[in-house]
């Protein structure tokens, strides 16, 4: 049984950083995709994704990402890690993690499909 947990949401000022962590547990598919989501005001119900990273370490960001995060994995540890810089007001939400046992594929759309989430970490950003 895979379970996922979040960890490291906080309440920073506008330019801060943070850095969240992902435990998947009983997870052990080196080969597979790991990533994160966002829920925020603006997006409302839809989950945004906001960095995946593949079997080959290869990442791929959101749009609105600019070059601000960095997403990363240990795979003795099963965890991936989202690290925050130049946090903004609009970065408000709850980040979710997924895994998944296969390659992620092109798009969002395979990952978000995965019966692995965690239950999401809140992260405010105050101006």
């Known amino acids: 049984q895979v379970q996922v947990v979040e960890s490291g949401g906080d309440s920073v000022q506008a330019g801060g950083s943070l850095r969240l962590s992902c435990v998947a547990s009983g997870y052990n598919f080196p080969n597979g995709c790991m990533g994160w989501y966002r829920q925020t005001p603006a997006s409302g119900e839809e989950r945004e994704g906001v960095a995946r990273i593949d079997g080959d370490s290869k990442a791929t960001y959101g749009d609105f990402v600019e070059g601000r995060f960095t997403i990363s994995k240990d795979n003795a540890k099963n965890t991936v890690y989202l690290e925050m810089n130049s946090l903004d007001v609009a970065d408000t939400g709850i980040y979710y993690c997924?895994?998944?046992?296969?390659?992620?594929?092109?798009?969002?759309?395979?990952?978000?499909?995965?019966?692995?989430w965690g239950h999401g970490t809140q992260v405010t950003v105050s101006s």
């Open positions: 997924a895994v998944r046992r296969l390659r992620c594929g092109s798009g969002w759309s395979l990952l978000a499909q995965s019966k692995y």
